[in-house]
């Protein structure tokens, strides 16, 4: 069975500083791996996806993710936070031929101080 | 091109009312899911259509229901609302069913019962 753990429910950084959040993951198949961001009273956007082909994932907004899969990991990294960035932060699995697979994190929702 | 349009935004409904949400989704996309969303169970999987059927279902009570039709939107219905109905509902759409398609979410339907 597949599963989602983000590692922190809340992470906080100053304006100008690396942002790092945790995702690992639990899939019994190779999985297609996404993050997503949710700004206040927002859907949800994808940042970027992994499906099986470079392990070093690049997204909008300057993020990017690394597919490790010995450590089962998904971690998503910026090197410098922005003020916008701040919003909620789901990291999603997916195995199976339909949407109903999708597991979704609880989330981490970052904050940024100036 | 146009991204997933949810209506209504926002709505407040009587306990004992049904609602009905409806979702447009990408020109073009034929697959459409439904999800919910509240603070204490993060993101869950209510549904999902595919060329009018329903492909998958998540663990909701058959209170929830929904349907896709011919042009590909699709609308959700809740009947019999509860108190604990009150939440996010997120429409999403894709291309087709595939692992590893790009799912696109609407701002959501915010769902106040009282």
């Known amino acids: 069975a597949q599963s989602v753990t983000q590692l922190d429910s809340h992470v906080s950084v100053s304006e100008g500083t690396p942002v790092l959040l945790r995702c690992n993951y639990s899939s019994s198949y190779s999985p297609s791996l996404f993050w997503y961001v949710q700004h206040p009273n927002k859907g949800l956007q994808l940042l970027l996806k992994y499906t099986s082909a470079a392990t070093l994932v690049k997204g909008i907004n300057g993020f990017e993710a690394e597919f490790k899969k010995s450590e089962t990991s998904f971690h998503l990294t910026k090197p410098s936070a922005h003020m916008s960035d701040a919003a909620e932060y789901f990291c999603v699995v997916s195995e199976g031929g339909s949407q109903g697979n999708l597991i979704f994190g609880k989330g981490t929702k970052l904050s940024v101080k100036p | 091109k146009a991204g997933v349009t949810q209506t209504p935004r926002y709505l407040i409904k009587t306990r004992g009312q049904q609602v009905t949400l409806s979702c447009s989704p990408i020109s073009g996309h034929r697959s459409v899911s439904w999800y919910q969303q509240t603070p204490g169970q993060g993101l869950q999987f209510l549904f999902e259509?595919?060329?009018?059927?329903?492909?998958n279902k998540g663990n909701f009570p058959g209170r929830f229901s929904g349907r896709q039709f011919s042009n590909s939107r699709s609308e959700m219905n809740v009947s019999t609302l509860e108190l604990g109905d009150s939440a996010l509902y997120l429409c999403?759409?894709?291309?087709?069913?595939?692992?590893?398609?790009?799912?696109?979410f609407g701002e959501g339907s915010w769902l106040t019962v009282v």
């Open positions: 999403a759409s894709s291309l087709t069913v595939f692992s590893g398609n790009t799912i696109y």
């Open positions: 259509y595919f060329s009018e059927t329903q492909r």
